[in-house]
């Protein structure tokens, strides 16, 4: 009975994180991303990924609890807004975060439009379970969904 309750209450505590935002915007005439991965520590460690955010998420994200969260972003290049990008895992190995994200493909039938844009997730994670200092290095990994 009591391995069930554990497995019930960490079911329910899983994943650790909190979306902040994630969305699939057209690139407006912005230099496309390529597919990368993020960790801030601070809002202005925010600064390198929130002008491919939409900017009421850029602003959710910069408003982020800072001293018990870590944000981390994940953002992919495809068509939109057929695409969504959610964040699945993190791994943390010495100085290396490991994010991988699912980039879920749309229903059979969807029409999508020929323009790129990068749909992207953002997380809030708390600091305990990213470890101190922050990673050095940010590996993405892919997974295709349905």
């Not at 994200?101 to 992207?120: F, S």
């Amino acid at each position: 009975m009591r391995v069930l309750a554990l497995a019930l209450v960490s079911a329910l505590l899983w994943p650790p994180w909190q979306t902040v935002a994630q969305g699939s915007p057209l690139s407006g005439g912005k230099p496309r991303p390529s597919a990368a991965a993020f960790v801030a520590g601070t809002p202005a460690g925010t600064s390198r990924f929130t002008g491919f955010l939409l900017p009421a998420d850029a602003t959710a994200v910069r408003r982020a609890d800072f001293r018990s969260k870590v944000i981390v972003a994940a953002i992919l290049s495809a068509p939109t807004p057929c695409y969504k990008t959610e964040i699945v895992g993190l791994r943390r190995a010495r100085k290396t975060l490991i994010v991988t994200a699912a980039r879920h493909e749309p229903p059979p039938g969807t029409v999508c439009i020929l323009t790129l844009g990068w749909p992207y997730h953002v997380i809030a994670v708390p600091r305990t379970i990213i470890g101190r200092p922050l990673p050095k290095k940010i590996i993405l990994r892919i997974e295709r969904r349905p």
